[in-house]
């Protein structure tokens, strides 16, 4: 975090990395760190990491959120992705995020 406030750049930047930072931005209201990690996690969507994205996005980014919700709806296997831990644990954690995305994948559905 301190290379960004002193140089505006991050190196080395993963998708674990960004979340954090995204913490720490939101946190100490860097809006530039923010934009970065957001944009950056929004480029790395994968079934790997869209649950931690997803939360991130919940705690700190709306739209990031949406971006991740849409990524679950429309480009991901979501019979793999219920089998992750990480979705067991947002199910048990945080009950409404998952229904949240639930609900958004029904109307998807519907809409097809």
Request: glycine share 4%; proline share 2%; hydrophobic share 45%.
């Amino acid at each position: 975090m301190l290379n960004f406030v002193y140089s505006g750049r991050i190196e080395n930047l993963t998708a674990a990395i960004a979340g954090d930072l995204l913490f720490a931005a939101d946190k100490y209201q860097l809006q530039g760190l923010k934009t970065l990690c957001s944009d950056f996690l929004k480029s790395k969507l994968s079934l790997q990491n869209v649950v931690m994205i997803l939360t991130a996005g919940y705690l700190y980014d709306p739209d990031l959120k949406a971006i991740a919700t849409d990524y679950i709806c429309n480009e991901c296997d979501f019979s793999a992705l219920e089998e992750t831990e990480e979705w067991i644990s947002l199910v048990k954690e945080n009950p409404s995020v998952a229904a949240e995305v639930l609900v958004q994948i029904l109307k998807s559905r519907d809409k097809k």
